[in-house]
């Protein structure tokens, strides 16, 4: 027998492959289609790293177990090789980008050529070839015909590092991204910008159509920013001028106390008073040279001075003083807001730092009134344990129609009695605990609606939020009758906690109130305004706007938070921006056919403080004749931010040899839109939100039908040091893709192990014990194999059907597992698979006929995951094919259908999935299976489990 040796086994078949170009996307193929890619990978000095092999090994897998599967598969890889790292290598050595780039993307396709990745490496192009970036600068023309691309002088953000101009989303917590401890600045200077706030509102909508991760889909969200609400005019007193401010909550309008405008504010000066105008005008002063994001840090101090001027609150004629505070922003909304102190945290702070009025205007709520509620006057109790900062929370158990769950203590006021007596006589009733200090109680009440079960009635309980300390912990024998007593458990939980635990929406609102201190910002019921007080907030809101509009004093308003996407650099090593600016014509645009306008050959990267390119310098390259009326004009210098090239490369893919136009609008509809991205979570708002945009425009101008360039989107999770660190070259931690294919484990078992430490979308720690375990697998799996195959041909007309049974479960579960993108689980089932092979080898000779199909489907299953070991397990039994290019194998249901049962699978009493187990499986086993299922791991994560509890059959339930 051969003995495994991928180091036979791997040159010999990529070496094959590549001869026989397995792998090229078929465009005229009659099959269906399926669109498999990995993020555009930039070529670094340093090679693929491991992060690179996971990413690239789960896109690889589902793009062969697809093909296996009868589609046509297209699976392209490219580089996105313009960027700083190679300017600032050129920078330090001399050697120019152009030299580098090229020697590190040889060596990233030598590195993905030997991990076997099932590539049509005929489409492979750089986003720093002239014949790429062509279109790149064609697509820049093109947005600028439509007003898309415009230039304008502004304060940017400044990386001094990179000494260039960055986006908005390339700022991460007031730093550059590319240097997490380096605040940025900004600078003044004209900029080339992409109108992406044409777009904002069908990238915020169509973001509910993508099979995206939830996560990334809100941080697009929140990054676009949506916000719907009313602008409303105030009449300023004495005055002629209106103020008119941006509210979400035009429903809060009786609450609105004081107002502010931003010190930037064109009314400002007109507005204030003689005698307040040397204290404005110093604020003012002040305040201007702060940035953005120290005024919207919340952490800081609230400051403002008051302008002497009052306004007209239009609901209520109240006059209300406009106060100049540096939390207002002059670039949201109108510049300016009515400040509603009791519902908005930095209006609270402000109003409590200068003593303004504090006017509640809606009362916590929880559930909706019927109309035929029967009311109980209440109270809502929140019991804190100073000596360890804990808060009693008593646990009702499943919530049921809006009743049940965590909740503060509660109970109906009896008679007469105040809220406070009620409260005492609850605590000790309901906790035992009798030694108490009264701290403070709401001056509002809370309300929640819900259905009694055991009243049978539509229920109202409304009362105030009340605190108390505990002076110690001694208890009282609770004298709550004995079938009261299990309805509920208590546990003192972490002050930090509680908010998040309690399941009632008003008990929360009291909790926020009475211990963090938190204002009420959700909908609730109007008081203390006027003739809509006793309607609910969100009716309101709607009434207000409408009545206000009536009478031409506001309407309503949608703002959004994204800004246009800044995209000049001053940086060399980009693709230049196609324009030319002439004295006489302006800005001009490169003719087209005078496309590319090519990056020219530079000796001095050094970039320069005067804040331009260092193309800037080459005047040879700079002076042009003008393309309109041919006198002396100059090229622009600024380069496109590398995301512009990365916004449209997923096309090329499709078409990536056409010099007559970026892509041929057949091929893009045949392929597009991709139908599975996988790549790492940072992206979220850049590469992911600019690509959209593009793909819309081009879909606006007719070059495609479709507008989303990602149908579905995977984040793989970071892969880790052995010890649980961050791989850092510097560390000395690093793990080499190369080596550990050299070491002579080869890249199938390298491909393996990626896959099975965890779920792919986790972070998890390298195993070197792992890697070995998934080589001894492939070992087993190859001498089963082998032992198969020199037993004589089957001989016996005998047919085993616990044989044909492990069969089908095995290709059940494995097939189940790839179309969940469980490939730990998928592989841990052919592990399992190959052990019970071995058992039934023990009984049923290899001349058995179901040996056959046995071995085959194992083969076939692996082949996704080790393409090299099973393309030369597939030849030695007899094929003449590619396993590659084989049938996904199938299963029989009527052999599986015996004793399984579904169980529901709880994480503290929630129910979390359901899985479906042997009946007769013993409790470890299943408990071990409920582990394994990705949504009840990631409740879990990495808290201990305390108790497991399985009731057999029926339930898993999981105590964490
Ligand atoms: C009254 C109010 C009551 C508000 C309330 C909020 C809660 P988003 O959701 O981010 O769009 N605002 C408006 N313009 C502002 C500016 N230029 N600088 C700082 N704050 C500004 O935020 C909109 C809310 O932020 C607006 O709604 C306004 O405060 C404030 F219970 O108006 B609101
Ligand atoms: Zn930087
Ligand atoms: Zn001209």
Redesign the pocket.
């Known amino acids: 027998m051969k003995r495994y040796n991928p180091k036979d086994v791997e040159p010999k078949w990529q070496k094959i492959w590549e001869e026989s170009q397995l792998y090229r996307a078929n465009d005229v193929s009659k099959k269906p289609k399926y669109y498999a890619l990995s993020f555009f990978p930039y070529p670094s000095g340093v090679g693929l790293h491991i992060g690179h092999t996971r990413n690239f090994t789960i896109t690889d897998v589902i793009a062969r177990y697809k093909r296996l599967q009868g589609y046509e598969v297209l699976h392209p890889m490219g580089w996105d090789s313009f960027g700083l790292p190679a300017e600032n290598f050129a920078i330090k050595t001399g050697t120019p980008p152009q030299v580098t780039t090229k020697q590190n993307t040889d060596n990233f396709r030598a590195q993905s050529k030997r991990l076997g990745l099932s590539i049509d490496w005929s489409r492979e192009f750089g986003s720093t070839d002239a014949d790429y970036y062509k279109w790149t600068q064609w697509f820049f023309l093109l947005l600028h015909k439509r007003d898309l691309a415009y230039r304008k002088e502004s304060l940017q953000f400044w990386c001094n590092v990179c000494k260039t101009v960055l986006a908005n989303e390339q700022v991460v917590n007031g730093c550059c991204w590319r240097h997490e401890d380096i605040p940025v600045t900004k600078k003044n200077l004209p900029q080339w910008f992409f109108k992406i706030t044409n777009y904002a509102d069908r990238l915020a909508q169509d973001l509910d159509s993508l099979d995206w991760p939830e996560g990334i889909k809100a941080m697009q969200r929140n990054w676009i920013?949506k916000?719907t609400?009313a602008e409303v005019d105030f009449q300023i007193v004495d005055s002629n001028e209106k103020l008119r401010?941006?509210?979400?909550?035009p429903d809060?309008l009786y609450?609105?106390t004081y107002m502010v405008v931003?010190p930037e504010h064109p009314l400002l000066k007109e507005i204030t008073t003689s005698e307040q105008r040397t204290s404005v005008d110093s604020y003012v002063a002040d305040a201007i040279t702060k940035t953005d994001i120290d005024r919207m840090d919340d952490s800081r101090e609230k400051t403002g001075v008051f302008t002497g001027a009052y306004a007209v609150n239009p609901v209520n004629k109240e006059h209300i003083p406009i106060w100049v505070a540096d939390?207002?922003?002059?670039?949201?909304?109108?510049?300016?807001?009515?400040?509603?102190p009791?519902?908005?945290e930095?209006?609270h702070e402000f109003a409590v730092q200068y003593s303004l009025p504090i006017v509640r205007v809606?009362e916590p709520t929880a559930g909706e009134a019927t109309g035929d509620d029967t009311h109980k006057e209440s109270v809502f109790v929140a019991l804190r344990n100073p000596a360890n900062n804990t808060v009693l929370v008593l646990d009702w158990g499943p919530r049921q129609e809006r009743f049940g769950g965590k909740m503060l203590i509660g109970g109906g006021v009896e008679g007469d009695e105040s809220h406070q007596t009620t409260a005492e006589r609850e605590i000790v009733e309901e906790t035992g605990y009798k030694n108490l200090t009264f701290v403070k109680e709401t001056d509002y009440k809370g309300h929640g609606y819900f259905y009694s079960n055991t009243k049978h009635k539509n229920m109202h309980v409304s009362g105030k939020g009340l605190l108390f300390d505990l002076i110690d912990e001694e208890q009282a024998a609770t004298n709550l009758d004995e079938g009261e007593k299990n309805k509920f458990t208590i546990a003192w939980e972490p002050i930090e906690k509680v908010a998040n635990l309690l399941d009632d929406g008003v008990h929360e609102a009291m909790y926020r109130d009475l211990v963090l201190g938190e204002?009420y910002?959700d909908e609730g019921l109007m008081v203390n305004s006027g003739e809509y007080s006793g309607m609910s907030s969100s009716d309101v809101r709607e009434k207000i706007v409408v009545e206000l509009n009536a009478r031409g004093n506001g309407e309503e308003k949608i703002?959004f938070?994204i800004r246009d996407w800044l995209i000049s650099r001053q940086r060399y090593w980009g693709a230049p921006i196609p324009i030319i600016h002439c004295e006489k014509c302006g800005t001009v645009p490169v003719p087209e056919e005078q496309l590319p306008v090519v990056l020219p050959e530079l000796e001095d990267f050094q970039p320069k403080d005067d804040g331009r390119s260092p193309l800037a310098h080459i005047d040879e390259w700079v002076n042009v004749d003008c393309p309109e009326c041919s006198g002396p004009a100059t090229r622009e210098t600024d380069t496109m931010d590398g995301f512009a090239c990365s916004s449209w490369y997923f096309l090329r893919f499709t078409d990536p040899h056409n010099d007559s136009v970026a892509f041929g609008r057949e091929l893009a509809e045949t392929w597009m839109p991709v139908d599975m991205y996988v790549g790492g979570a940072e992206h979220a708002v850049m590469h992911l939100l600019y690509a959209r945009m593009w793909t819309k425009v081009m879909h606006d101008v007719g070059l495609i039908s479709f507008d989303e360039p990602f149908k579905a989107l995977r984040n793989q999770g970071m892969l880790l040091a052995e010890d649980g660190e961050k791989i850092s070259k510097s560390k000395g931690n690093d793990i080499r893709p190369e080596e550990i294919i050299d070491n002579g484990y080869g890249a199938d078992a390298l491909r393996l192990i990626v896959l099975f430490l965890a779920p792919y979308s986790q972070s998890t720690p390298w195993s070197n014990e792992g890697l070995g375990g998934v080589y001894r697998f492939l070992q087993r799996a190859w001498t089963i194999t082998n032992e198969y195959i020199d037993a004589s041909e089957p001989t016996s007309d005998t047919q085993s059907s616990e044989l044909l049974v492990t069969r089908s479960k095995a290709v059940k579960k494995v097939t189940e597992d790839l179309e969940d993108m469980s490939f730990n689980t998928a592989i841990a089932a052919m592990m399992e698979y190959v052990n019970e092979l071995y058992k039934l080898k023990l009984n049923i000779a290899f001349s058995d006929t179901a040996w056959k199909s046995a071995i085959e489907a194992l083969v076939l299953m692996l082949a996704p995951f080790a393409p090299h070991m099973t393309e030369e397990l597939w030849q030695q039994l007899g094929n003449k094919t590619s396993v590659h290019t084989a049938d996904w194998p199938s299963w029989d249901d009527q052999l599986l259908a015996t004793d399984t049962v579904i169980v529901v699978v709880q994480v503290n009493g929630k129910v979390r999935a359901e899985i479906e187990i042997d009946k007769n499986m013993p409790k470890d086993d299943a408990l071990k299976l409920a582990l394994q299922n990705e949504k009840v791991a990631s409740f879990i994560a990495d808290h201990p489990v305390k108790k497991s509890i399985y009731v057999p059959g029926r339930i898993i339930n999981f105590v964490i």
């Open positions: 920013g916000s609400g401010v941006f509210t979400t909550r809060t609450g609105a931003a939390y207002v922003l002059a670039g949201y909304g109108t510049g300016a807001i009515m400040a509603v009791a519902h908005d930095r209006d809606v204002c910002h703002n938070r």
